[in-house]
């Protein structure tokens, strides 16, 4: 059993910096396959950003968005730079126990709260 809390969203201006934190429970936290998603209201939750051995990134963050995991400490982290006011949704943490970064919400088995990110322009 994973329990996942995210922090770190907030309110920013276009052009802004936000650093989002997923703190993970459990013993096995380096052998999930990690990921951030996001939905914004009338939206399919989307993938943003995904990490187990590598990385991968949505089209639409890849440059701007960086994502990282520190195993040692069982969280995972999304550093957003250059936000735009289309990245404004409410963002999750998801984990998975299988081999690879899966691509489809679907394919995660735990999931945190969220936090919500607002980029004004």
């Known amino acids: 059993q994973v329990q996942l809390v995210e922090s770190g969203g907030g309110l920013v201006q276009a052009g802004d910096s936000l650093r989002l934190s997923c703190a993970a429970s459990?013993?096995?936290?380096?052998?999930?396959?990690m990921a951030w998603f996001r939905q914004a209201p009338g939206r399919e939750r989307e993938f943003v950003a995904g990490i187990k051995w590598d990385t991968y990134y949505a089209d639409s963050v890849k440059g701007r968005f960086t994502i990282s995991r520190d195993n040692a400490k069982k969280t995972m982290y999304l550093q957003m730079n250059s936000l735009k006011p289309e990245d404004t949704a409410l963002y999750y943490c998801a984990a998975t126990g299988r081999g690879r970064v899966p691509l489809g919400a679907d394919d995660y088995t735990y999931w945190g709260q969220g936090t919500q990110v607002t980029v004004s322009s």
């Open positions: 459990g013993r096995t936290f380096s052998t999930y396959a």
